[in-house]
């Protein structure tokens, strides 16, 4: 009897990647067979690191600690759309406050609407990394707080911020 892989697609901007993306990204490796690290395009967003940078620099922390089992793409449309394509039936989320609450549980509302099959998930993250966001670390940087943003994230992203300075 073969057993259906067990994929669950974890998407974001990670506009700097963080400890608690990748927080949540290796407790989704115990849970899953492949997860799917999705950095999503926002139009409405203006990045701060180049999506190409993100891709390079996250392939290669995963690559190091989850080989093959965790894939790192780019995708600028429908997160559900990305789902169907890879065969993903679970979207993984977390929240830091209630107002991420609202907003991931309208989003996971109408992508129920769209496909009912492919399921939001909430992980609950240690209090250490749950309050880290990437936009945090983009205003620490930005106003001068280099070594206080440095260590809200993992050491090539680090190490990508250094050269920023």
């Known amino acids: 009897m073969n057993k259906k892989e067990r994929i669950a697609v974890i998407p974001g901007s990670f506009d700097p ?12 490796c115990y849970l899953y067979d492949k997860v799917h690290v999705v950095i999503a395009k926002n139009p409405k967003k203006t990045p701060w690191m ?18 093959e089992q965790v894939v ?11 789902c169907e394509k890879v065969g ?3 979207i993984l989320r977390s929240f ?12 996971a509302h109408i992508n ?12 609950s993250m240690p ?8 936009s945090a670390v ?15 994230v993992p050491g090539r992203v680090a190490d990508y911020l250094k050269k920023r300075k």
């Open 88 to 90: 993903a039936n679970v």
């Open 17 to 28: 990647p963080t400890w608690g993306h990748y927080e949540i990204i290796h407790f989704a």
């Open 138 to 152: 983009r205003e620490l940087f930005d106003i001068g707080y280099y070594d206080t943003a440095e260590e809200l």
């Open 72 to 82: 790192v793409a780019t995708w600028d449309g429908a997160i559900i759309d990305y």
């Open 127 to 134: 209090p250490e990394t749950s309050m880290i966001s990437s």
């Open 50 to 67: 180049p999506v190409a940078d993100r891709l390079r620099i996250m392939s290669e922390d995963m690559a190091e600690c989850h080989d």
């Open 112 to 123: 129920r609407k769209i496909n009912p099959l492919i399921q939001t998930l909430y992980l």
């Open 96 to 107: 830091r406050n209630s107002i991420d609450v609202e907003y991931e549980q309208t989003i």
